[in-house]
T-cell receptor
Framework: DAKTTQPPSMDCAEGRAANLPCNHS???????VYWYRQIHSQGPQYIIH???NNETNEMASLIITEDRKSSTLILPHATLRDTAVYYC?????????????FGTGTRLLVSP | DAGVIQSPRHEVTEMGQEVTLRCKPI?????LFWYRQTMMRGLELLIY????????DSGMPEDRFSAKMPNASFSTLKIQPSEPRDSAVYFC?????????????FGEGSRLTVL
C-alpha cells in the first residue's frame, strides 16, 4: 500500500471549515484514499473514501487532485466534537483487500 | 445492530499473568481484525481473520500473543505471560468483504494495564 504524509497537527475555529491535507505521491491506479478519525479513547471511525472523483457525505467532503497524488478532507463547519486524530490511508479496495494500516495522522483541535 | 463488542473494557493485571481479551464482531461480517494502540507506536495491526481463518499474523509481536476465532461470532486475543510493555489499548474491528467500501467497524477497545 502507498505511503501517506500528513501534518502532525492543525487548529481550526469552531464553525469554520477544516481542511486536512494528505500527500500520497506513490498511489497506484487501483488504490483508494480512505479517511478515518479517532476521537479520544474511542475506536477509529470511517469518514469517507474515494478513487479519483470528489466525494461528499453527511460527515465530510473529499477532494482528490487530478493526478491523485494528494487529497484534502473538508469538514465544512467544524464543531468541538470534531476534535480528533484524522488518518489518511491509501489501499486497494474490494474483497480480499481488507487490511488497513494506520499512520500517525493529523491531530485536529477545534477551538471555540 | 449493537456494533463490535469488546470485553473487558479495562483490565489491570500483574506481570506474568494470562490475559484474555474478547471480541464479538458485527453479525454477518466475515473479516475480523485485532489492533493495538500505544503512544509510542500508534495503531498497529496485529492479526486479521477471514471466515474464521487467520490470514495475516505478521503483526503479532511474539509467541506470548495468540489469537483465535472459533466461530463467526467470537474471537479472543490471549497474552501469556503478560509483561508491562503489553500495556496498551487493544481494538477489535470487523468488516464485510463483499462491500467495496472496505469500511472497518471498530469496537470501543480494551485498555490493558500490566503492572
Amino acid at each position: 500500500d502507498a505511503k501517506t504524509t500528513q501534518p502532525p497537527s492543525m487548529d481550526c475555529a469552531e464553525g469554520r471549515a477544516a481542511n486536512l491535507p494528505c500527500n500520497h505521491s506513490t498511489i497506484s491506479g487501483n488504490e483508494y484514499v480512505y479517511w478515518y478519525r479517532q476521537i479520544h479513547s474511542q475506536g477509529p471511525q470511517y469518514i469517507i473514501h474515494g478513487l479519483k472523483n470528489n466525494e461528499t457525505n453527511e460527515m465530510a467532503s473529499l477532494i482528490i487532485t487530478e493526478d491523485r497524488k494528494s487529497s484534502t478532507l473538508i469538514l465544512p463547519h467544524a464543531t468541538l466534537r470534531d476534535t480528533a486524530v484524522y488518518y489518511c490511508i491509501v489501499r486497494v479496495a474490494g474483497a480480499g483487500f481488507q487490511k488497513l494500516v494506520f499512520g500517525t495522522g493529523t491531530r485536529l483541535l477545534v477551538s471555540p | 445492530d449493537a456494533g463490535v463488542i469488546q470485553s473487558p473494557r479495562h483490565e489491570v493485571t500483574e506481570m506474568g499473568q494470562e490475559v484474555t481479551l474478547r471480541c464479538k464482531p458485527i453479525s454477518g461480517h466475515d473479516y475480523l481484525f485485532w489492533y493495538r494502540q500505544t503512544m509510542m507506536r500508534g495503531l498497529e495491526l496485529l492479526i486479521y481473520f477471514n471466515n474464521n481463518v487467520p490470514i495475516d499474523d505478521s503483526g503479532m509481536p511474539e509467541d506470548r500473543f495468540s489469537a483465535k476465532m472459533p466461530n463467526a461470532s467470537f474471537s479472543t486475543l490471549k497474552i501469556q505471560p503478560s509483561e508491562p510493555r503489553d500495556s496498551a489499548v487493544y481494538f477489535c474491528a470487523s468488516s464485510l468483504g463483499s462491500r467495496k467500501t472496505g469500511e472497518l467497524f471498530f469496537g470501543e477497545g480494551s485498555r490493558l494495564t500490566v503492572l
